[in-house]
């Protein structure tokens, strides 16, 4: 049997919580941010948690984090 691997790109995007959430960044707020407005850029700040509907694709993506 070969050995589970965690995914290099998820374990630098998400952080696993202590209730078994994960948190992950906003998306859209990298580049291109002179056509979308100072309240759309504001929304985008902070971190979110990942929605239920990911959350088998993040125990797949993430084995050992406790899922």
Known sequence: MPKMK???SAKKRF?????????RGQAFKRHIL???????KRQLRGAVQVHETNMGGMKQMLPFAGL
Request: glycine share 10%; proline share 5%.
């Open 34 to 40: 002179t056509k979308k407005t100072t309240k759309n």
């Open 6 to 8: 965690t995914k290099s």
């Open 15 to 23: 952080r696993v919580r202590p209730g078994g959430t994960v948190k």
